[in-house]
C-alpha cells in the first residue's frame, strides 16, 4: 500500500462520519488533550484552528490561553510559520482562519498538537499532501512533545511514510490514546521529574481502547 492510497483511505473514513456524533466526538477529544496538556505542564504550545474534518479543539484552545503562550500556524509561501493566538482571526487560503501577523521569529514550544488525516505503524503523519507540517518542524529549535489529533481512528501497521514525515509522540482519537514505542528512554529529566512520556502513560487506564505502548 502507497502513502498516496492510505490517505485516500483515510479520507473516505473521514467523509463518512456521521455529523450526529461529531459534537461527542470532539468533546472526547479535548477532554484527553486538557488531561495530557496538564500532565506535560508545557508552557508554550502550538495548536491549530479547525476546519473541515479536523477534530475542533477551539475549547481547548480557550482554555490554555488563561495561562499558557498559544500559537496557531501562520501560512507563509509553502509552509508555515506560528505566531501568538490573537482576535481577531482572519479566513485565508483553504478557508484556514489565522491570527494576524507577528515580525517576531518564534522558534521553541514544548508541545505541537497536530491533525493528521492517518498515521502508519512508526507513528509517523498522513497529511493532506501539501508538506506544510513536514517543512515546518526542522524549523524548531528543539523538537517538543508531539500529539497527533484524529476524527477517528484511522492507522496501518505499515511504513507507508518517508523519514521526512513529521512523526507523533501520541495520538489521540474519540476512541482512545496510543503512544508510540520508546527504547531506552530516560526515566527522569534532570530535575528528577518522570519523562513527559511517563506522565502521559499515567493519565490513560490501559483498557482495549487506550493502548500506549511506550
Request: hydrophobic share 35%; with cysteine.
Amino acid at each position: 500500500m502507497s502513502k498516496s492510497d492510505f490517505r485516500a483511505h483515510c479520507l473516505n473514513r473521514l467523509k463518512s462520519l456521521s455529523p450526529s456524533t461529531k459534537k461527542v466526538r470532539d468533546a472526547t477529544v479535548n477532554k484527553q488533550l486538557q488531561q495530557v496538556i496538564k500532565a506535560l505542564d508545557g508552557k508554550r504550545i502550538l495548536l491549530y484552528w479547525p476546519i473541515g474534518f479536523e477534530a475542533d479543539i477551539r475549547k481547548t484552545i480557550q482554555s490554555l490561553r488563561r495561562d499558557k503562550k498559544v500559537f496557531l500556524p501562520f501560512m507563509d509561501g509553502v509552509s508555515f510559520k506560528m505566531v501568538p493566538f490573537r482576535h481577531p482571526l482572519e479566513c485565508k487560503a483553504f478557508g484556514i482562519y489565522e491570527p494576524r501577523n507577528s515580525y517576531r521569529k518564534y522558534n521553541l514550544i514544548d508541545v505541537a498538537i497536530v491533525p493528521v488525516v492517518g498515521v502508519d505503524g512508526s507513528l509517523r503523519r498522513v497529511g493532506f499532501g501539501k508538506g506544510m507540517y513536514d517543512r515546518f518542524f526542522p524549523t524548531l529549535k528543539t523538537k517538543p512533545f508531539t500529539i497527533f489529533i484524529q476524527s477517528c481512528a484511522c492507522q496501518t501497521t505499515q511504513n507507508v511514510c518517508d523519514d521526512y514525515d513529521v512523526q507523533g509522540d501520541l495520538l489521540i482519537t474519540p476512541y482512545g490514546a496510543q503512544g508510540m514505542r520508546k527504547t531506552n528512554v530516560k526515566r527522569t529529566t534532570r530535575r528528577g521529574r518522570s519523562c513527559p512520556h511517563q506522565r502521559v502513560s499515567r493519565i490513560f487506564n490501559f483498557k482495549k481502547d487506550y493502548r500506549l505502548t511506550f
